[in-house]
């Protein structure tokens, strides 16, 4: 058999070295002749001659490997790939000439487990009559491959089968001595964990590639890339002529030099041009008469002109009405103006009568809380007792509890002893049921992972005829013809070139009517900035009017502001401030009470013996008496301290740890 493996090794050397796309066979046989000189001569024929027949057989071999990798042979490494060719060869063309002895030997010197997967399915009838039998008539003719090749290998098929079913026991026995050796390690005695499900492996589906996303996606469209190169040009013009308007703003509203002619002005005036395109709302700088500058959007200007034209209206009306004999208002004045008054003081009773009122109101308030205070120091007093009484009982019933919970201890340190050996059973039964149930866990693991690797071996076999059906050519793009007519047998159907040419013709009509509305606009605008200009000269004349008519009613509000007003004798306000006088002296009265009997309450009120508390079992109370009321106190046992005689902490609350009084 080692005479059998080396001649296979050299011949799978030399097929390892050779490259069917860069090598000629009959070089490449010359060459491995030379360079096996130091071989036997039986050993280099055998050689020489196999490797001829590999190289002549090439597609044929190469066909029957490749669907094996893919089929059984998943889990075989891809360096045995010329093993394979060249077992295939000898059972397909040498089997006759070597004999089926000699064809053993070589099978049974080369692994076991490789040689049963190949023979396996090389010698499968299913095989050899369907796909093999086709792929090698696309090569070769059909009757020759049927007569010379098909048949021989269906002859052979029995002797075959028992070398098959050999190198099957074979493997069985190797795996189970395998098993036998080794070291058995000794488990741990420990708590066995639950095992953990195994899961199943999902295959990831393969997705179809999609195509990729075309590049106009990202890409304005023409049309609106023009658009955006309109909007920055009339954007730097309108930007330029706005600058312009703000540099040669108009001058009317501007302060004059006086030494300055009037002719100046007017040529300043004519040479003032209205920009094209200004801002929405233009403003105006208007000069008071103390040369403070007021700066007037358009929309002020306009209502204030309205304003004045009113007021003008209304006084040509009134002068009318005199002059046709209408009567004077003088009179009505007069008499408003003492009702007027009249109100005012009216108004200045009731305010004070409110203030009046809130400070009654805050006496009162005053009052109750004090009286509100003296009685929950009195419930707190009778609290803090009650408190003291609950005290004394809680500890009683402390050391009670302290001598049944020592007695309830002992009880359970007994019945934990009992416990343990109750545990031990548990624990030796628990460890048989885990046992079994690991057992049959790992039984059924396996049983499901042989159930997994069937139906993941059928998933690989789905995809890949899957891959096999993409992998067909397809029929992609399609003609578009811009100048054809879609013929949908739509009202104003046309061809793509048609539209475009409508679109521009279009564009070239609105860019028209644009034209037209922005010189229309800037007619409007001149005029509208001539109409500014005379409403504000008329605006400054009628300020000035009503400034002068503002200065006169104020300096006649001065004079009657001036005169000393009476003090207000209304009999509510004068009942109101007796009333709290009342409330005031009766808030000081009791105020000055509370201080006394807080004054006198200075000596604690209740006291417990040290002597009585020895009495009733070693717990004490003492009660002291402070400046926010008497408060109690409770402590832990100090250590070193005797059981007589219990002492109280100052606590900032009403209640707290009992101590106990050191000898």
Same mark, same amino acid.
């Given at each position: 058999?080692?005479?059998?493996?080396?001649?296979?090794?050299?011949?799978?050397?030399?097929?390892?070295?050779?490259?069917?796309?860069?090598?000629?066979?009959?070089?490449?046989?010359?060459?491995?002749?030379?360079?096996?000189?130091?071989?036997?001569?039986?050993?280099?024929?055998?050689?020489?001659?196999?490797?001829?027949?590999?190289?002549?057989?090439?597609?044929?071999?190469?066909?029957?490997?490749?669907?094996?990798?893919?089929?059984?042979?998943?889990?075989?490494?891809?360096?045995?790939?010329?093993?394979?060719?060249?077992?295939?060869?000898?059972?397909?063309?040498?089997?006759?000439?070597?004999?089926?002895?000699?064809?053993?030997?070589?099978?049974?010197?080369?692994?076991?487990?490789?040689?049963?997967?190949?023979?396996?399915?090389?010698?499968?009838?299913?095989?050899?009559?369907?796909?093999?039998?086709?792929?090698?008539?696309?090569?070769?003719?059909?009757?020759?491959?049927?007569?010379?090749?098909?048949?021989?290998?269906?002859?052979?098929?029995?002797?075959?089968?028992?070398?098959?079913?050999?190198?099957?026991?074979?493997?069985?026995?190797?795996?189970?001595?395998?098993?036998?050796?080794?070291?058995?390690?000794?488990?741990?005695?420990?708590?066995?964990?639950?095992?953990?499900?195994?899961?199943?492996?999902?295959?990831?589906?393969?997705?179809?590639?999609?195509?990729?996303?075309?590049?106009?996606?990202?890409?304005?469209?023409?049309?609106?890339?023009?658009?955006?190169?309109?909007?920055?040009?009339?954007?730097?013009?309108?930007?330029?002529?706005?600058?312009?308007?703000?540099?040669?703003?108009?001058?009317?509203?501007?302060?004059?030099?006086?030494?300055?002619?009037?002719?100046?002005?007017?040529?300043?005036?004519?040479?003032?041009?209205?920009?094209?395109?200004?801002?929405?709302?233009?403003?105006?700088?208007?000069?008071?008469?103390?040369?403070?500058?007021?700066?007037?959007?358009?929309?002020?200007?306009?209502?204030?002109?309205?304003?004045?034209?009113?007021?003008?209206?209304?006084?040509?009306?009134?002068?009318?009405?005199?002059?046709?004999?209408?009567?004077?208002?003088?009179?009505?004045?007069?008499?408003?103006?003492?009702?007027?008054?009249?109100?005012?003081?009216?108004?200045?009773?009731?305010?004070?009568?409110?203030?009046?009122?809130?400070?009654?109101?805050?006496? $009162?308030?005053?009052?109750?809380?004090?009286?509100?205070?003296?009685?929950?120091?009195?419930?707190?007093?009778?609290?803090?007792?009650?408190?003291?009484?609950?005290?004394?009982?809680?500890?009683?019933?402390?050391?009670?509890?302290?001598?049944?919970?020592? $007695?309830?201890?002992?009880?359970?340190?007994?019945?934990?002893?009992?416990?343990?050996?109750?545990?031990?059973?548990?624990?030796?039964?628990?460890?048989?049921?885990?046992?079994?149930?690991?057992?049959?866990?790992?039984?059924?693991?396996?049983?499901?992972?042989?159930?997994?690797?069937?139906?993941?071996?059928?998933?690989?076999?789905?995809?890949?005829?899957?891959?096999?059906?993409?992998?067909?050519?397809?029929?992609?793009?399609?003609?578009?013809?811009?100048?054809?007519?879609?013929?949908?047998?739509?009202?104003?159907?046309?061809?793509?070139?048609?539209?475009?040419?409508?679109?521009?013709?279009?564009?070239?009509?609105?860019?028209? $009517?644009?034209?037209?509305?922005?010189?229309?606009?800037?007619?409007?605008?001149?005029?509208?900035?001539?109409?500014?200009?005379?409403?504000?000269?008329?605006?400054?004349?009628?300020?000035?009017?009503?400034?002068?008519?503002?200065?006169?009613?104020?300096?006649?509000?001065?004079?009657?502001?001036?005169?000393?007003?009476?003090?207000?004798?209304?009999?509510?306000?004068?009942?109101?401030?007796?009333?709290?006088?009342?409330?005031?002296? $009766?808030?000081?009265?009791?105020?000055?009470?509370?201080?006394?009997?807080?004054?006198?309450?200075?000596?604690?009120?209740?006291?417990?013996?040290?002597?009585?508390?020895?009495?009733?079992?070693?717990?004490?109370?003492?009660?002291?008496?402070?400046?926010?009321?008497?408060?109690?106190?409770?402590?832990?046992?100090?250590?070193?301290?005797?059981?007589?005689?219990?002492?109280?902490?100052?606590?900032?609350?009403?209640?707290?740890?009992?101590?106990?009084?050191?000898?």
């Amino acid at each position: 058999m080692s005479y059998y493996r080396k001649c296979i090794e050299i011949v799978i050397e030399q097929l390892n070295k050779f490259k069917p796309e860069k090598d000629n066979p009959e070089q490449f046989l010359e060459a491995v002749s030379t360079s096996l000189q130091a071989l036997s001569l039986q050993k280099q024929t055998f050689v020489l001659e196999v490797l001829s027949g590999c190289l002549e057989y090439w597609k044929l071999l190469t066909v029957v490997v490749d669907a094996f990798y893919v089929r059984d042979g998943r889990l075989c490494l891809w360096a045995d790939y010329s093993l394979f060719q060249v077992i295939c060869y000898l059972a397909t063309f040498q089997l006759e000439e070597l004999g089926f002895q000699r064809f053993c030997n070589i099978i049974k010197s080369q692994s076991e487990v490789k040689m049963h997967k190949f023979l396996r399915f090389l010698f499968n009838p299913l095989n050899l009559h369907s796909w093999i039998k086709d792929e090698w008539s696309l090569i070769y003719e059909t009757a020759h491959v049927q007569e010379n090749w098909i048949k021989p290998l269906m002859r052979w098929q029995p002797e075959v089968q028992e070398l098959i079913n050999q190198l099957e026991g074979a493997t069985t026995s190797q795996s189970s001595v395998s098993k036998t050796k080794g070291t058995k390690p000794k488990e741990f005695n420990l708590t066995v964990p639950r095992p953990r499900a195994i899961p199943v492996p999902e295959l990831v589906p393969v997705v179809a590639k999609p195509r990729p996303v075309p590049q106009s996606t990202y890409q304005l469209p023409k049309e609106q890339q023009q658009l955006e190169i309109v909007k920055r040009y009339n954007r730097r013009k309108a930007e330029e002529l706005l600058l312009k308007a703000n540099m040669e703003e108009l001058r009317c509203a501007m302060p004059r030099s006086r030494g300055e002619l009037p002719m100046q002005d007017s040529k300043k005036k004519l040479q003032l041009r209205v920009p094209p395109r200004i801002r929405k709302t233009s403003k105006l700088t208007f000069y008071r008469p103390d040369n403070v500058p007021v700066k007037l959007n358009t929309t002020t200007i306009l209502r204030e002109g309205a304003l004045h034209q009113r007021h003008v209206e209304k006084e040509l009306q009134r002068v009318e009405k005199l002059v046709d004999g209408a009567g004077d208002f003088s009179e009505f004045l007069e008499w408003q103006k003492k009702m007027q008054a009249k109100d005012r003081e009216e108004e200045l009773a009731a305010g004070e009568c409110r203030r009046l009122q809130g400070k009654l109101s805050h006496e $009162e308030a005053m009052l109750a809380r004090q009286n509100l205070m003296q009685e929950n120091k009195q419930k707190a007093d009778q609290k803090k007792e009650e408190t003291a009484e609950l005290m004394l009982q809680c500890a009683k019933r402390r050391l009670q509890e302290e001598k049944s919970m020592k $007695e309830l201890v002992e009880q359970v340190m007994e019945a934990q002893k009992n416990i343990k050996i109750a545990q031990m059973k548990l624990v030796k039964g628990r460890r048989q049921i885990v046992q079994e149930v690991t057992e049959e866990s790992r039984e059924l693991l396996q049983r499901r992972a042989e159930a997994a690797k069937e139906e993941q071996r059928r998933h690989c076999e789905l995809i890949s005829q899957l891959r096999a059906l993409e992998t067909q050519p397809r029929r992609k793009g399609k003609l578009v013809d811009l100048t054809q007519i879609p013929g949908y047998g739509l009202e104003g159907e046309m061809s793509i070139v048609e539209l475009r040419e409508r679109l521009a013709l279009l564009k070239e009509t609105q860019q028209r $009517e644009e034209e037209e509305r922005r010189d229309q606009i800037i007619q409007g605008k001149r005029a509208k900035s001539q109409e500014l200009q005379n409403t504000v000269e008329q605006i400054s004349l009628c300020r000035a009017a009503l400034g002068r008519s503002a200065a006169l009613r104020w300096e006649e509000k001065k004079a009657l502001s001036a005169a000393p007003g009476a003090p207000s004798q209304d009999e509510r306000v004068l009942k109101l401030q007796r009333r709290i006088e009342e409330r005031a002296a $009766e808030r000081r009265r009791q105020a000055a009470r509370q201080h006394e009997s807080a004054l006198r309450a200075t000596r604690p009120k209740l006291r417990v013996s040290r002597r009585a508390v020895a009495r009733e079992g070693g717990l004490g109370l003492q009660i002291r008496g402070g400046r926010g009321g008497h408060w109690l106190g409770m402590g832990a046992r100090c250590p070193g301290e005797g059981a007589a005689g219990w002492r109280c902490g100052k606590a900032p609350r009403p209640w707290a740890v009992l101590r106990k009084n050191p000898k």
